[in-house]
């Protein structure tokens, strides 16, 4: 699992991003805390959320990543697995206006 730093000037993908890339090289899975300061559109997920299917890639390592997800008027805390290639592969939910659990995994 990765440790990030707490503060405004930490709260921001590039700072997430930077750390990943700092994850010693042949870790087989990284795990990121909650980001809920970080969000992607449900619609745009593969776009939203490319630098982190390229840094799975990149790392040949499975990513799991929970960040906001926006889909439309409903937000939710969301885990993205990514594989090796940077594929997602499954995407837990949990509405964040009421408590229930939606399981989307592909």
């Avoid at 906001?68 to 837990?92: H, K, M, N, S, W």
């Amino acid at each position: 699992s990765l440790c990030l730093l707490n503060g405004e000037a930490y709260e921001n993908r590039a700072y997430v991003l930077g750390e990943l890339g700092k994850c010693p090289a042949g870790a087989d899975l990284v795990v990121l805390p909650y980001l809920p300061f970080l969000s992607f559109g449900t619609a745009t997920v593969a776009a939203d959320l490319a630098d982190f299917a390229q840094a799975a890639r990149e790392r040949s390592c499975y990513l799991a990543a929970a960040l906001t997800e926006q889909d439309g008027e409903r937000t939710y805390a969301t885990a993205v697995l990514f594989d090796r290639r940077g594929a997602i592969v499954g995407a837990p939910t949990i509405s964040l206006t009421r408590l229930t659990t939606t399981y989307c995994v592909a």
